[in-house]
């Protein structure tokens, strides 16, 4: 047996070897314990608190994090191949295809794995096969839009490899979870089959997203996002300033980092708001909630990339929501399954500065009218996208996979 470590090198409480399990008569529900493997080729990543989201709410499932790269602390139980393979010869050995078992750990008594992001499923779906589990992927947004094409030659080694082998990751796949119908709509266009096909929307912890208790004293509108031409923030940027002299007191606030903010920084000096903007880029998660309390509207502008790329779902919109804070952004990809147009929200076409500036007007000329939105958004994702519900059907997805690998072995062997 391969035990599972915590941070400090002790082993976790979840590490059960089945063989120990089965010879156990003491507690006969721990032969029943269902766990699950959730892979991530690296991580813990800061943009990506959602993998380990919903686990932290499992009920009937225990979670173990499976990763070729751990980048820091986890606060769940985990198997890391870079925490006992310091000279990547193991790493390297798995990559170029020797058996998972010789190379891989914590792979004992799971009942299947869940990876996320479709480059991950082919990795996963080694360590699936290994054991011979059913595999789930969850398909985010730019796996799921990026042209094949684009895919095909990128920079980036694993999209290359998820272009090529897609076919062979289909078949190897038990379910794939879509983050919207949009973007299920997307995987149906390429070819995979509609049965294997299952919508599952993030969820969102709404007792730590939830609406200030006071009212800040510097007014502000807020965005969050990667400072990336897909993002749209110089639409955002546009907006504001086109009604700027109406809001005089209004500041714009920016979270988020990347290849595009020299460039912004410049446009909004050259559009003479540069005073009024604050770039405060890279904020931990924990930071950002208290700042996203005390926005008055959030701008989420994106648009879709010369890739193909689109928004799988825009899992700010909700964290804006669940604060109560009404949003103003772009109607592209899922953005229109995370906001109800003209209840929690407006959303306008894509490029349309003009329509997200006559949008902020609307937010900022009636106070009352936009803390009702904002409050109607916090309903729709307390009653949609709360992180236990969407934790307790994830389970009930496991439970019918499970269920129909068994049916099959069954079948196979009549």
Partial sequence: ???????????????????????????????????????????????????????RHFLRYQPRMLLRRRLGPLDLPHWALSDHDFLRVRDIAFAFG??????????????????????????????????????????????????????????????????????????????????????????????????????????????????AATPVEVPYVLAIARLERIKGVDLALRAFHKGAEKWPHLEFWIIGDGSERAALESLSRELGIGHRVRFLGVVPNDAIIPVLQGARALLHCPRTGPDGWREGFGLVLTEAQACGVCVVGTRTGGTAEAVEHGASGFLCDEEDVGGLASAMELVFADPDRARAMGMCGRERVLRLFSVAKQACKLEGIYDDVRDQAISQQLSARQ
């Fill in 1 to 55: 047996m391969r035990n599972v470590y915590d941070n400090n090198g002790a082993i976790m409480p979840y590490a059960i070897d089945r063989s120990s399990a089965a010879r156990s008569s003491a507690d006969p529900t721990e032969q029943t314990v269902r766990r699950v493997g959730i892979f991530r080729a690296a991580g813990p990543l800061f943009s990506e608190p959602f993998v380990m989201a919903h686990a």
């Fill in 98 to 211: 020797l058996h998972p078992r010789l190379t891989f750990g914590g792979l004992d008594d799971l009942s299947l794995i869940h990876a996320h992001f479709g480059p991950d499923g082919l990795w996963a779906m080694k360590l699936a096969r290994s054991i011979g589990v059913p595999l789930i992927v969850t398909i985010h947004g730019m796996d799921g839009t990026i042209s094949f094409d684009a895919l095909a030659s990128s920079r980036v080694w694993s999209f290359r490899q998820y272009a090529k082998k897609f076919a062979r990751l289909v078949d190897g796949t038990q379910l794939f979870l879509c983050v919207s119908d949009f973007i299920r709509g997307q995987m149906i266009s390429r070819g995979v089959p509609p049965e294997k096909l299952r919508t599952h929307y993030i969820g969102i912890d709404v007792d730590r997203f939830h609406p």
